[in-house]
């Protein structure tokens, strides 16, 4: 049978559109009240929510372009201890990584430089077809007595 | 590139006097000017119509389904080339991280629910799910890629030439928010500036507020990703069941008033459209 690889089709132009599981737990991120960052397949940010921007301390209309090794280095990420995290060692790359839902508590440095207990448990988003998407965390900030539940920061 | 629309409704197929100027049978489009080889997309009822056309001239067949919904396979087991010994056909269809294609189909080809078997037909049959990546059937560059709608399904984007069409039939973007950024666009590098855009536009937007999530598109929505994607033609496919041909007309109405820029055709049981 003939069927041969199209190179021409297969560079269609300058704007890749998502695959649609991540177009789909964009939206659903975006309508939820807990926190979410969604990730591509290396780790890069696709999409943080507005509850989100509390724990990362900037607004996603603010960031141009978070690559995953320069969030990784803005972030900080610490153990509870204050050791520092290997970034390949956080939820959203372990769960790629296992194609298992990953959990981790640790600290973390907002974009604004503020450090902050979370919580993060992530799933890996793989296509029907068996590739790894991306992932999806949900975070919880470690709660503060002091402050009302739902309060990040 | 020939096109002839075989079938254009939506669901369930509806013929009737209400609904005989745009026609009743469920998906199926013949896309034809290859000596080699022909190409069918989706299996609705309109299909045993394609397979009068096809019957008798040899080509091999390319059958692409977009999705195992009912009225998108059920005129395969009425497709006359299946029972022409020898003829090589094939089927390609979504993949899914269960059952393979045959599997999933043979549920409906097969006892109790039709009488004869694939493995019983007189045709070459071989099943394929779609590759990841876009390949070439005889002088045709074909794409599929995922669309938001329930259980697998694909869209696709088909070329000869310098022509390009795109067939999104099943297809609800608005439930990935329509923002109107194309990279947030569910089907966007499918429908990218093609000469003819099938578009599922089945619903009025009154409709579509009340069957969100259903998998289908409101006119409105069409013609927004019609616009989006620069299709010069955005042609309404997928039509409700309860529609008579006057509403299809006022939809058809409201979206030539609503499209910044290219025509609005709605599609039509025995339409011909040369790309």
């Known amino acids: 049978m003939d069927v041969l690889p199209l190179p021409k089709e297969a560079r269609m132009g300058d704007v890749a559109q998502q695959a649609i599981e991540l177009i789909l737990a964009r939206q659903l991120a975006s309508g939820l009240a807990v926190p979410v960052l969604l990730v591509d397949a290396i780790g890069d940010t696709l999409f943080f929510n507005e509850p989100a921007e509390l724990i990362f301390g900037r607004r996603l209309d603010e960031i141009d372009a978070l690559p995953f090794d320069r969030r990784a280095a803005l972030l900080a990420p610490l153990s509870m201890d204050g050791e520092p995290i290997p970034p390949e060692e956080l939820p959203g790359m372990a769960a790629m990584r296992n194609r298992r839902p990953a959990h981790a508590v640790f600290q973390m440095h907002g974009l604004d430089g503020v450090l902050r207990p979370v919580e993060a448990t992530a799933i890996p988003l793989e296509s029907t077809g068996g590739r790894v998407l991306g992932a999806i965390v949900v975070l919880w900030t470690q709660r503060d007595p002091s402050r009302p539940p739902g309060a990040a920061g | ?275």
């Not at chain 2, 080889?37 to 389904?65: F, K, N």
């Not at chain 2, 977009?66 to 029972?83: E, K, V, W």
């Not at chain 2, 393979?100 to 043979?106: A, I």
């Not at chain 2, 990546?133 to 696709?156: C, K, L, M, N, Q």
Request: aromatic letters at 6%.
């Open chain 2, 1 to 275: 590139m020939k096109l002839t629309i075989w079938g254009s409704r939506g669901s369930i197929a509806s013929p009737g006097p209400e609904t005989a100027r745009y026609g009743g049978n469920t998906a199926c489009i013949e896309v034809n000017d290859d000596p080699r080889c022909a190409l069918v997309l989706d299996a609705g009822t309109g299909m045993r119509l394609a397979g009068l056309a096809l019957a008798g001239d040899g080509r091999p067949i390319h059958i692409l389904l977009t999705h195992l919904h009912l009225d998108h396979i059920q005129g395969l087991g009425f497709f006359r080339p299946l029972f022409e010994p020898g003829r090589e056909i094939h089927i390609w269809g979504p993949p899914s991280t269960t059952l393979d294609l045959r599997t999933r189909l043979t549920r409906y080809l097969s006892p109790p629910l039709f009488p004869v078997r694939i493995r019983e037909l007189g045709a070459r049959v071989e099943l394929h799910d779609v590759p990841a990546r876009p390949w070439r059937v005889g002088e045709f560059g074909v794409t599929a890629d995922s669309v938001i709608h329930p259980g697998p399904t694909t869209g696709y984007r088909i070329t000869l030439g310098d022509a390009a069409i795109a067939y999104l039939p099943d297809h609800e973007p608005a439930l990935g928010g329509l923002s109107g950024q194309p990279d947030w666009t569910s089907g966007y590098d499918l429908m990218r500036g093609v000469d003819v855009l099938l578009h599922d536009a089945q619903y009025t937007s009154d409709e579509y507020r009340q069957r969100v999530g259903w998998g289908h598109s409101s006119v409105e929505h069409a013609v927004a990703v019609a616009d989006l994607a620069g299709a010069d033609r955005l042609v309404m496919i997928h039509h409700e069941p309860d529609h008579s041909d006057a509403v299809i007309d006022e939809m058809l109405t409201e979206a030539r008033q609503m499209r910044r820029g290219g025509e609005v055709t709605a599609a039509g049981d025995g339409l011909i459209l040369e790309v």
